[in-house]
């Protein structure tokens, strides 16, 4: 079993920073991709922000200067760094792992996500 579970949400006033992080747990063999992902009521979910195995990262427009994602790979947690909020960016976020596991002798690699974490910026 894996699990995804994330933290650091909550509300914060427009020009804040929030730093939200996801913890990956279980028999995991290596994380791979990872990504931030959001949605608003009523909006479909949409990519924020991602990093590969290899560290190259890649952002929404939205986002773009003022959100950070990165990785420590030896806590097996992706954080996200959200700098310079705007109440637009109220939504509930979710973390997203590709996840390589070991079932005996057999590697597999599947698709995880964690729970979400409501991020609320007021005007």
């Known amino acids: 079993q894996v699990q995804l579970v994330e933290s650091g949400g909550g509300l914060v006033q427009a020009g804040g920073s929030l730093r939200l992080s996801c913890a990956a747990s279980?028999?995991?063999?290596?994380?791979?991709?990872v990504g931030w992902y959001r949605q608003a009521p009523g909006n479909q979910r949409e990519l924020v922000a991602a990093?590969?195995?290899?560290?190259?990262?890649d952002y929404a427009d939205s986002v773009k200067g003022r959100f950070t994602i990165s990785r420590d790979n030896a806590k097996n947690t992706v954080y996200l760094q959200m700098n310079s909020l705007k109440p637009e960016d109220t939504a509930v976020y979710y973390c997203?792992?590709?996840?390589?596991?070991?079932?005996?002798?057999?590697?597999?690699?599947?698709?995880?996500w964690g729970q979400g974490t409501q991020v609320t910026v007021s005007s």
């Open positions: 997203n792992a590709k996840i390589t596991r070991v079932l005996a002798t057999t590697k597999f690699e599947a698709v995880y």
């Open positions: 279980g028999s995991i063999f290596s994380i791979n991709a």
């Open positions: 990093c590969t195995s290899g560290g190259s990262t």
